[in-house]
């Protein structure tokens, strides 16, 4: 899904926000509002996926600002809880190449005679790099493979007793289906065009009006250098405007086709663009009850999800997982839908028993980072604070100081906006 920054440039009565590329006249458009984060005002940069269709770029999901990677929480590692040597050892006497003991079948070259190695002096320095037997090396050097069902009961108890702290680490989701449509509609809406107009429909399809005008300024330009004449602007604009609707609505019954059909499992960003485009494609009656078909499925889709999103972060707060907790807590499939009051609580005081005078600066760190982009960012009030906190750790509270003002004062620091994004130089 390809990404851009757009600035909010004003709300209209509806509720709907207009925008435009950051930094730049064009592109520009509208965005719904379920979409703007709220506080969100006019003159923000916000990161958004949009789709380009024919008709211009629709905004399918606005995306959280960019944050730096924190360095991941690191391990202790118990061990056994014995003392034992580090490294132990075992020497290996000669062996021949059949894995036996004794002279290798080309003899000692000591004497002068045979055509074997000098196993009394090269075989004996390669003697250093033990063998199994089999001519082949053991599992590492200095020492051998683990083998037997008493090792690997002894392995298993030990796992049994240091188990792996997953606090930090997120299950791997499946990768959602993406929208793929098929090219009937479009295929169909091509052979019913005569045969000059066909290539300025494929151009249609792809780049829009927008595509169209400026293939005819880039061929114009190589016209003049060439002393070829023009191509007539205004004549080939006309008749892609002719011919754009038709074209706009077999591209949008191709993909609410396919929506219909993977409406369990497709992206739900892909749905919702479909369901947006439908109010400019959708002009039949039929077409018109396709769109509120995938409406209805779409809005029982963000239903179940919903739900079973809240049943995974109770989950999550159940095994006193907080990080990932707060991180499920800041991507809801249902835009701007509360998390319930009871939730809060316990997802708040969780957070702030993450934060104490013991917690380690990195843990403080990722658990700032995760509060910062959940819904409590503003109620979270940690129970201490590092003793002498290291520049990392400032840095990060800095970088979030505007989503915890309260933090951030408790470190002396004074919330800032972060850094804008540079603006290019407007484009006439």
Same mark, same amino acid.
């Given at each position: 899904?390809?990404?851009?920054?757009?600035?909010?440039?004003?709300?209209?009565?509806?509720?709907?926000?207009?925008?435009?590329?950051?930094?730049?006249?064009?592109?520009?458009?509208?965005?719904?509002?379920?979409?703007?984060?709220?506080?969100?005002?006019?003159?923000?940069?916000?990161?958004?996926?949009?789709?380009?269709?024919?008709?211009?770029?629709?905004?399918?999901?606005?995306?959280?600002?960019?944050?730096?990677?924190?360095?991941?929480?690191?391990?202790?590692?118990?061990?056994?809880?014995?003392?034992?040597?580090?490294?132990?050892?075992?020497?290996?006497?000669?062996?021949?190449?059949?894995?036996?003991?004794?002279?290798?079948?080309?003899?000692?070259?000591?004497?002068?005679?045979?055509?074997?190695?000098?196993?009394?002096?090269?075989?004996?320095?390669?003697?250093? +790099?033990?063998?199994?037997?089999?001519?082949?090396?053991?599992?590492?050097?200095?020492?051998?493979?683990?083998?037997?069902?008493?090792?690997?009961?002894?392995?298993?108890?030990?796992?049994?007793?240091?188990?792996?702290?997953?606090?930090?680490?997120?299950?791997?989701?499946?990768?959602?289906?993406?929208?793929?449509?098929?090219?009937?509609?479009?295929?169909?809406?091509?052979?019913?065009?005569?045969?000059?107009?066909?290539?300025?429909?494929?151009?249609?399809?792809?780049?829009?009006?927008?595509?169209?005008?400026?293939?005819?300024?880039?061929?114009?330009?190589?016209?003049?250098? +060439?002393?070829?004449?023009?191509?007539?602007?205004?004549?080939?604009?006309?008749?892609?405007?002719?011919?754009?609707?038709?074209?706009?609505?077999?591209?949008?019954?191709?993909?609410?086709?396919?929506?219909?059909?993977?409406?369990?499992?497709?992206?739900?960003?892909?749905?919702?663009?479909?369901?947006?485009?439908?109010?400019?494609?959708?002009?039949?009656?039929?077409?018109?009850?396709?769109?509120?078909?995938?409406?209805?499925?779409?809005?029982?889709?963000?239903?179940?999800?919903?739900? &079973?999103?809240?049943?995974?972060?109770?989950?999550?707060?159940?095994?006193?997982?907080?990080?990932?907790?707060?991180?499920?807590?800041?991507?809801?499939?249902?835009?701007?839908?509360?998390?319930?009051?009871?939730?809060?609580?316990?997802?708040?005081?969780? &957070?702030?028993?993450?934060? +104490?005078?013991? +917690?380690?600066?990195?843990?403080?760190?990722?658990?700032?980072?995760?509060?910062?982009?959940?819904?409590?960012?503003?109620?979270?009030?940690?129970?201490?604070?590092?003793?002498?906190?290291?520049?990392?750790?400032?840095?990060?509270?800095?970088?979030?100081?505007?989503?915890?003002?309260?933090?951030?004062?408790?470190?002396?620091?004074?919330?800032?906006?972060?850094?804008?994004?540079?603006?290019?130089?407007?484009?006439?």
């Amino acid at each position: 899904m390809p990404r851009m920054e757009i600035e909010l440039t004003s709300s209209r009565e509806d509720g709907e926000w207009t925008w435009r590329a950051a930094g730049a006249r064009q592109p520009k458009g509208s965005v719904q509002a379920g979409l703007v984060p709220n506080g969100s005002a006019v003159g923000d940069v916000l990161r958004v996926e949009f789709e380009q269709f024919m008709d211009g770029i629709e905004v399918t999901s606005v995306l959280p600002d960019k944050t730096e990677r924190q360095a991941p929480e690191l391990l202790e590692m118990l061990g056994s809880g014995r003392d034992e040597p580090l490294v132990t050892t075992r020497l290996a006497g000669k062996r021949n190449r059949r894995g036996g003991d004794g002279p290798s079948r080309g003899g000692d070259r000591r004497d002068g005679r045979g055509g074997g190695r000098r196993d009394g002096d090269r075989r004996g320095r390669q003697s250093d +790099t033990p063998s199994n037997g089999k001519g082949r090396r053991p599992h590492s050097r200095g020492e051998d493979r683990p083998s037997g069902k008493a090792d690997r009961n002894k392995n298993r108890k030990r796992s049994e007793r240091h188990p792996k702290d997953h606090s930090t680490t997120e299950p791997q989701k499946p990768r959602v289906k993406r929208l793929r449509p098929r090219r009937t509609h479009r295929k169909a809406a091509l052979a019913a065009l005569p045969d000059d107009q066909q290539l300025l429909a494929r151009i249609l399809l792809r780049d829009g009006v927008p595509g169209v005008r400026t293939a005819i300024e880039a061929q114009n330009k190589a016209s003049g250098s +060439t002393g070829e004449p023009p191509i007539p602007a205004p004549l080939l604009l006309k008749l892609a405007e002719r011919i754009h609707p038709s074209l706009r609505v077999a591209d949008w019954r191709d993909r609410a086709e396919a929506a219909l059909v993977g409406m369990d499992d497709i992206d739900l960003r892909d749905l919702r663009s479909v369901v947006v485009a439908a109010e400019q494609a959708a002009r039949s009656e039929e077409d018109k009850a396709l769109a509120e078909q995938i409406r209805i499925g779409l809005t029982a889709r963000v239903d179940r999800e919903h739900q &079973a999103w809240l049943t995974d972060v109770g989950s999550a707060l159940d095994e006193d997982r907080v990080v990932r907790a707060l991180r499920l807590s800041s991507r809801p499939p249902k835009a701007g839908a509360p998390l319930p009051a009871p939730v809060m609580e316990r997802l708040t005081s969780l &957070a702030a028993a993450g934060l +104490t005078a013991e +917690t380690s600066q990195d843990r403080w760190a990722t658990v700032l980072d995760a509060v910062s982009l959940s819904p409590i960012h503003a109620r979270v009030v940690p129970e201490g604070l590092p003793t002498e906190p290291s520049k990392e750790l400032l840095a990060v509270v800095k970088r979030h100081s505007m989503s915890v003002p309260e933090i951030a004062k408790a470190f002396g620091i004074d919330p800032t906006p972060p850094p804008r994004a540079r603006r290019g130089r407007s484009r006439s």
